[in-house]
């Protein structure tokens, strides 16, 4: 791949990871039941009720997931496919962008939640912070992944291991789970 090329690519995964970030975003937290006056809260919504408000009449929510958002990053997720595939040269058929989309879009999930952990737990390490509304509003998309493994691994003198076991599992999905699926994808 020649440099302008590498350039181009590095634009397209840029730009389209934010966008991926932001629409994803959204959908957690609609889903964790967000406050909409929380200041983070109001910057993806304001970014995202352009295309999502006309969407809301054809595409309904899901129970507390807003099937609108996800539709969204799945296209940007096959779109950004799409130009990195044509930028390196390479055949793939709409089917096989529509599944490597969807496996996409699942491993996007993944990666905001594990960067959402992190965070929350680095963030956690500050006192003054857990009285932040934004730590409150990163505990509550953090808490549900979190929270089953609290139940089988209550804390033990006081330490918290949750956060890092919950890691671990969605790394473990990540690599037996979405990179077969990403595989199984590429080849239709």
Do not use: K, Q
């Not at 940007?76 to 390196?88: C, H, K, N, P, R």
């Not at 789970?177 to 080849?187: F, N």
Request: proline residues 5%; positive net charge.
């Amino acid at each position: 791949m020649s440099y302008l090329l590498n350039a181009a690519a590095f634009l397209v995964t840029t730009i389209f990871g934010f966008l991926i970030c932001l629409f994803l975003g959204r959908m957690l937290l609609i889903a964790v039941g967000a406050s909409f006056y929380e200041p983070v809260c109001r910057f993806v919504y304001a970014l995202t009720n352009p295309v999502i408000t006309p969407l809301r009449s054809v595409v309904p929510r899901w129970g507390r997931i807003e099937l609108a958002s996800l539709l969204v990053a799945w296209v940007l997720v096959a779109i950004e496919l799409s130009l990195l595939v044509l930028f390196g040269g390479h055949r793939i058929g709409v089917l096989g962008v529509a599944l490597s989309s969807v496996v996409g879009t699942l491993d996007w999930i993944i990666l905001i939640e594990l960067v959402a952990i992190f965070v929350y737990c680095v963030l956690s390490l500050f006192p003054a912070a857990r009285y932040d509304g934004n730590f409150g509003l990163l505990a509550r998309v953090v808490e549900p992944v979190v929270r089953p493994f609290r139940r089988l691994l209550p804390p033990v003198g006081g330490l918290d291991f949750s956060c890092w076991v919950a890691s671990i599992a969605l790394i473990l999905v990540r690599l037996l789970v979405i990179m077969p699926l990403a595989d199984l994808a590429a080849a239709a």
